[in-house]
């Protein structure tokens, strides 16, 4: 999975699920094509279930429903066709990004197999617990994709978290987005998620001066209560 020498040594935790630190931005077309070969051993029994948890450089992805209108792109920054679900997604620096490459053929904790909506309900779930650790109060709102919080100096929703994934033959690839410091400016290259009446926050914006390794232990630590 993508340059190992760079990474981490892989951990297995109590589910059986390998997880996979890189130390500097990947790019995404090498995550992609990682992605790709740690699913096809996946699938065919060569390799234990994995969440890598990465930085990209400044960019954009395009989800299979984003709309070219709703990217701007002033500065520039590369952008990627990403075959997910979804629409417009920024990834940078400060950024926590987990991919999350599952047999959902099998079940993980309440998620039956092959219920790839609770699937989504349980990535969703991993995020709110995950921001709970350091007092962040976090939710679902009904008809949007994504994590979301009360922006105190607005009283409007801002999205902290993204989410993305794709299903091929069952495993799961792509996963989901923390904003913890990323360049929030950013994110008016695009209108992100395809929603232009809401804002988009992070931990260090909401006053949390959570580091990516501190976040890192929180997901870790929650991962079973969602898929154990």
């Known amino acids: 999975m993508a340059d190992q020498t760079a990474m981490t040594a ?40 994995a969440i890598w948890l990465l930085e990209h ?13 709703d990217l701007f792109n002033p500065l520039g920054l590369a952008t990627y066709a990403a075959g997910r679900g979804g629409q417009w997604t920024y990834h940078g620096p400060g950024q926590r ?13 309440a998620v039956p197999p092959r219920d790839i909506r609770a699937y989504v309900q349980a990535l969703e779930q991993w995020l709110i617990r995950t921001l709970a650790a350091f007092g962040v109060q976090a939710g679902t709102r009904d008809g949007r994709v994504g994590v979301w919080v009360r922006d105190p100096e607005t009283g409007g929703d801002s999205k902290i978290a993204a989410l993305g994934v794709r299903v091929s033959r069952w495993v799961s690839w792509h ?46 630590a929650n991962w079973a209560a969602c898929f154990g």
């Open 10 to 49: 892989a951990v297995s935790d109590a589910t059986g699920v390998e997880w996979r630190h890189h130390a500097d931005p990947v790019g995404y077309p090498e995550a992609v094509l990682a992605m790709q070969d740690r699913v096809a051993a996946i699938r065919a029994g060569g390799a234990p279930e």
């Open 57 to 69: 450089p400044p960019l954009f992805t395009s989800g299979t429903s984003a709309r070219p209108e």
């Open 97 to 109: 990004v987990a991919y999350v490459m599952l047999d959902l053929q099998r079940p993980h904790g």
């Open 175 to 220: 996963g989901v987005s923390l904003n913890v410091d990323p360049d929030l400016a950013h994110f008016d290259g695009i209108v992100p998620c395809g929603l232009r009446e809401h804002g988009v926050t992070s931990l260090h914006a909401l006053g949390v001066r959570a580091t990516l390794d501190e976040v890192d232990a929180q997901l870790r």
